[in-house]
């Protein structure tokens, strides 16, 4: 059922995890060799399946790990828009920003500029992984408001949040698609400040959203789609 898109997401799977374009912010060595495992993904079947019948699709994946290699899907005739989030952040607001720079109402506004960019209702799909965890807030709310703006009515949204309640830091991640319903999730052996996000404070911002559904796993990581 999914073959054609199999023959789509092949394609990420030449792409590195992109480390010229990784930031320092914020991280912290971490005792451990980086590493690599590929984990099933009940959400991430579901995102493709609600586009698999569909052509033209205006894609949108803040992974960053294969900008170079995946500029145009012409088997599925969808067009992807490739952007590191992570580097994004470095971008505007800098290496290792306060929380003060990360609240100031300008970088904010210049940041929407340059990560999301999109005109009103333009985008049909996009690959969030864990980019709200790497903002304060304000920075949060600012995203989702611009996301609901730029996804078309029952657009969909994959996103990613660690669960570890109790942690202060957390793994940064690189994600990289296996297969339409599998995840390649990479530990680059380095560590990030933890942003807690609860079921209620992720519903709370998507609640202009149609609906939020959750899939919780055992490796610490919560995965939900969003439908606008």
């Not at 060799?33 to 959400?43: D, E, G, H, I, L």
């Not at 929380?99 to 340059?114: A, C, D, H, T, W």
């Not at 560590?191 to 149609?210: A, G, M, V, Y």
Request: hydrophobic share 35%.
């Amino acid at each position: 059922m999914l073959d054609g898109l199999k023959d789509w997401i092949d394609r990420f799977r030449a792409g590195g995890e992109d480390e010229g374009r990784s930031p320092q912010r914020n991280r912290r060595a971490a005792q451990r060799q980086p590493t690599s495992v590929p984990r099933p993904s009940s959400a991430l079947r579901e995102f493709f399946e609600s586009i698999r019948d569909q052509m033209g699709l205006n894609i949108v994946d803040f992974s960053g790990a294969c900008q170079a290699n995946v500029p145009f899907t012409p088997g599925l005739g969808h067009r992807l828009y490739a952007e590191s989030f992570p580097h994004a952040v470095e971008t505007i607001f800098g290496s290792d920003p306060s929380p003060v720079s990360m609240r100031n109402p300008e970088k904010i506004g210049n940041f929407l500029q340059y990560s999301l960019n999109f005109e009103p209702q333009s985008v049909d799909a996009i690959l969030l992984w864990d980019s709200l965890e790497w903002l304060e807030p304000d920075a949060q709310r600012a995203v989702v408001g611009r996301i609901f703006e730029v996804l078309r009515p029952n657009g969909v949204l994959f996103a990613v949040f660690h669960s570890e309640n109790a942690a202060t830091d957390v793994p940064v991640h690189y994600f990289k698609l296996l297969d339409p319903e599998t995840l390649s999730v990479a530990d680059t052996g380095t560590d990030r400040p933890h942003r807690l996000f609860t079921n209620r404070s992720i519903e709370k911002l998507f609640e202009r959203c149609q609906s939020v559904k959750f899939f919780l796993s055992r490796d610490n990581l919560r995965e939900v789609i969003v439908r606008r």
